[in-house]
């Protein structure tokens, strides 16, 4: 039972960290991710679709991003949701291919987006002590309706402990790879 609930802890930890670096890898830093543009949506026959459905979506350099529309007619449509896509990019078309050159980021758009970026990470600690916080009621309940001794239930918290200061430190580590990411030049 205890390791049932061990588990079902670590299991809920890793989701809560693999949210975390999918949302981390929504905030743009200097450099150009073929992800950026996965929130980007365009009308395609009457449906809204993401670009990368209607589009190839390629790094030219490392500051560029280049889309290659699957039907030519949807290059302007493209172009067009990119634009107001508010993100702060300005694409141009080439023929059939779209450039996206990402815009150096300013020193003080640089600090709005680190706290971006922690108020993410503090989510994230916050689902992992919440985590916690269930899985030791858990092991409470299963000592009060005496299933388990208070040795066993102990040893519980303490392995759920170390997983909690596992996952801590990996959200720890992910927060300082983002925030130089967002502080090169």
């Known amino acids: 039972m205890i390791n049932e609930i ?3 802890a670590e299991t809920k930890m890793q989701k ?3 949210v975390l670096r999918d949302n981390l890898a929504k905030v743009r830093t200097g450099r ?3 992800g950026l543009l996965d929130q980007v949506e365009v009308e395609y026959y009457g449906s809204m679709v993401s670009v990368s459905q209607v589009a190839s979506i390629t790094l030219l350099d490392a500051r560029t991003i280049g ?4 039907e030519s007619k949807m290059a302007a449509v493209i172009e067009k949701a990119i634009r107001n896509s508010n993100l702060g990019l300005n ?4 023929g059939d291919l779209i450039r996206v050159p990402m815009p150096m980021l300013t020193e003080e758009r640089r600090k709005d987006l680190i706290k971006v970026v922690r108020g993410e990470v503090e989510d994230g600690r916050v689902v992992v002590r ?4 269930d899985a030791n009621n858990d092991l409470k309940r299963l000592l009060k309706d005496k299933e388990i001794s208070e040795d066993e ?3 519980g918290e303490e ?4 997983l909690t200061d596992k996952y801590i430190a990996e959200i720890d580590k992910m927060l300082a790879t983002k925030e130089a990411d967002l502080m090169a030049i």
Not at 159 to 162: A, D, E, L, N
């Open 91 to 94: 694409p141009a078309a080439m």
């Open 67 to 70: 889309v290659k529309p699957f």
């Open 130 to 133: 919440n985590v916690r916080r």
């Open 159 to 162: 392995g759920i402990q170390k």
């Open 32 to 34: 150009a991710h073929t």
């Open 6 to 8: 061990q588990h079902t």
């Open 16 to 18: 809560s960290l693999d």
């Open 153 to 155: 239930a102990r040893r």
